[in-house]
Every structure is written in structure tokens, then in C-alpha cells.
């Protein structure tokens, strides 16, 4: 697949994923939204892949935001499909993709970019990144995901006040709301990412995809989380990687997980 506006590799179980428009800070256009759901399909059918890092070309930004040179001319129903599509096709996928997906915020993610870092499984950023919600200051809203998942991560009082304000906030202060689990040095971002994503891919993907889906049962309306957990802990049982795993360890030696 050749694709335009973003880069796909994957290497030693690793797939990275990069949005990749720099003149245009990786800001996501129809375009962009719909070669990244052709490249997540792609690595969600490639058992190569065990673990996604999603980031931005450059050293600038992450994604600075949706395209507003696209939609400023939109009607309201083009606006409702606009957002829908995209939760449609790329947020709600990323956020239940059923292997690990960590976003390495290298910079701005601003309105659709901190909405898809937000996707994302976990953040690490590095120290000139810059994250906020500035869609009030276009005369919008989040449309993407993010009047529901900042809240989900930093709380409502703070979500409510970088939406309300249209500011940004720091790496160091989005580690303090707990938006990122880690900052790094641009240079370490990558490389911390990979070593992170190394020590996932040892574990049974099997279960790391069945916690996605048990932690992600808890924002679900109407969906009882214990109940999830349950469901999904007691299917563990019938897995392969559960056999290897248990044996493994009562073997003292170390599982080598089938991945069934
Ligand atoms: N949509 C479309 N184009 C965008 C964009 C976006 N969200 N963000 C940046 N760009 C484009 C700029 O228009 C500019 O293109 P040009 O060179 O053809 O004029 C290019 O990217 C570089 O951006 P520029 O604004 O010159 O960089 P800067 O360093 O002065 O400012 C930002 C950086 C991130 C502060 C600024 O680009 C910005 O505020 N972007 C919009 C953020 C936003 O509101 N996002 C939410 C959208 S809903």
C-alpha cells in the first residue's frame, strides 16, 4: 500500500505509524484519517505486528490538529459527519484496537492530535511537546473524542478549564494531569517508546488484548467493567498462551507465548 500523507513500518513486532504532512504541522485531513484506518486495518491483520507507537514526522509536532483549511465552509450536517466518520473510522478504532497502541506526542498535539494521542492506549511525550484543546477558540468544539476522554484522563475540572480556555499545557504539566505517563528528551522518545513496547510484546497478546478490553469496558455506558473482567479472565483459561504461560512458569523457564 503506498501511502501519502502518512508512513507505515514494522519492524522486529513492531509497527510505527507516523502522520507525515510537516509543511501542514500533521494536521489530519480526510485524507490523513482514512490511509491511517488502512494502516491500522492493516497491522490489526499482520501477526507481525504485535505493538503500534503512532507519531508525527518532524521534530515540531505530534499533529496539530483536524485540517481546518478543510471544513471551515461546512454546513451542520457536514459537520456531524465529519465527526462521526472520524470516531467512526480512526478514534473509536484506535481507542479499541485489539493490540497496544502508545502514542509518542513529539510535539504539538493540538484539537484532533491530542484527541488521537487520546486514542491512543497510553501517551509519552517529549519535553517540547505542547497539548491542548483549542477548538472554542474557532468557534467549535472537540469532535473527535475529546470532551469525553480528557475528562476520562485528567479529570473534570481540568478538562473543563484547557477546553473553556482554548490554552495549552506543557509536557511536564500534562504529567502532572496525568495525560502522559512519561516524559522523555526528543531524542530518548522513540527509543523509550520501542524499549516499552519491547516489554509488552514479551507478555501473551492474547491477554494484553483482553485487558484493552476489560479496562476499556469501564467507560463503556451501560457495561458493567466486573462483569467484563470476569468474562474475559475466565476465557484466558482456554488459551493457549494461558497454558504456556502457567507451565512456564511452574518450569522455572520462560514462555514463549503461541499468540492463540
Ligand atoms: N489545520 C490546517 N493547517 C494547519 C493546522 C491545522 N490544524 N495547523 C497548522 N497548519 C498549517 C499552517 O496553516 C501553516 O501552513 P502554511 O505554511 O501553508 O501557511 C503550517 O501548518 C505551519 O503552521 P504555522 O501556524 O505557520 O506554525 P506556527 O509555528 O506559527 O504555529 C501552531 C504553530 C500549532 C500554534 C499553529 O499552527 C496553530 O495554532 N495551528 C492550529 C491549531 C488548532 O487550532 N488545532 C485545532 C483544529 S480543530
Known sequence: MNYKNILFEIENGLGRITVNRPSKLNALNKATIQELHEAFTAAEDDDKVKVIILTGTGEKAFVAGADISEFSEYSVEEGKELA?????????????????????????????????????????????AKMGLPEVSLGVIPGYGGTQRLPQLVGKGRAMEMIMTAGMIDANQALRYDLVNHVVTQEELLPFAEKLAGKIAKNSLVAVSAAIR??????????????VEIEEFGNAFGTEDFSEGTSAFLNKRKADFPGR
Do not use: D, W
Open 84 to 128: 462521526a466518520r472520524g470516531h467512526e473510522l480512526l478514534f473509536n478504532y484506535v481507542a479499541n484496537f485489539p493490540k497496544p497502541v502508545i502514542a509518542a506526542v513529539n510535539g504539538f498535539a493540538l484539537g484532533g492530535g491530542l484527541e488521537l494521542a487520546m486514542a491512543a492506549h497510553f501517551r509519552i511525550a517529549s519535553e517540547n
Open 214 to 227: 476489560a479496562v476499556n469496558a469501564a467507560y463503556e455506558t451501560g457495561v458493567n467493567g466486573f462483569e
